[in-house]
């Protein structure tokens, strides 16, 4: 009888009811998976709504791009904030900190390259 209550408590938790539901649905939803995946379903509907998924894939790439873009500037205005520090403000820093802030600015130097030769 203890293990007929674990299972019913199980299957009215709410990991326990998606679970069912993934079970019970999983063939739909591997329909649904490889529709998105293939590429044959550009546009969905949901009832009345209809969503162009190609304009939505191309949007959210664009974004990403953009905001690639903009961190790559603010990395660049960063660099030169650590560099005019390195070299104006450096003199009061005691030793270790001296070699911190010459080990961010090489590290973020190298990013910057890496990530600027991936954009080109």
Same mark, same amino acid.
């Given at each position: 009888? +203890?293990?007929?209550? !674990? @299972?019913?408590?199980? @299957? &009215?938790?709410?990991?326990?009811?998606? &679970?069912?539901?993934?079970? $019970?649905?999983? +063939?739909?939803?591997?329909?649904? $998976?490889?529709?998105?995946?293939?590429?044959?379903?550009?546009?969905?509907?949901?009832?009345?709504?209809? @969503? !162009?998924?190609?304009?939505?894939?191309?949007?959210?790439?664009?974004?990403?791009? /953009?905001?690639?873009?903009? /961190?790559?500037?603010?990395?660049?205005?960063?660099? @030169?904030?650590?560099?005019?520090?390195?070299?104006?403000?450096?003199?009061?820093? /005691?030793?270790?900190?001296? +070699?911190?802030?010459?080990?961010?600015?090489?590290?973020?130097?190298?990013?910057?390259?890496? &990530?600027? +030769?991936? /954009?080109?």
């Amino acid at each position: 009888m +203890k293990h007929v209550l !674990d @299972i019913l408590a199980l @299957i &009215l938790s709410w990991q326990g009811v998606v &679970l069912l539901a993934v079970f $019970v649905l999983r +063939k739909p939803l591997i329909k649904l $998976v490889d529709r998105f995946t293939l590429g044959d379903a550009p546009k969905a509907k949901f009832g009345s709504i209809e @969503i !162009d998924l190609g304009k939505l894939v191309q949007d959210g790439s664009k974004a990403v791009d /953009n905001l690639n873009e903009i /961190n790559l500037i603010v990395a660049r205005g960063k660099l @030169i904030e650590f560099e005019f520090a390195e070299r104006s403000v450096g003199a009061t820093f /005691n030793e270790t900190q001296k +070699k911190e802030l010459s080990l961010v600015v090489r590290e973020l130097r190298l990013k910057l390259r890496d &990530l600027e +030769k991936q /954009n080109v």
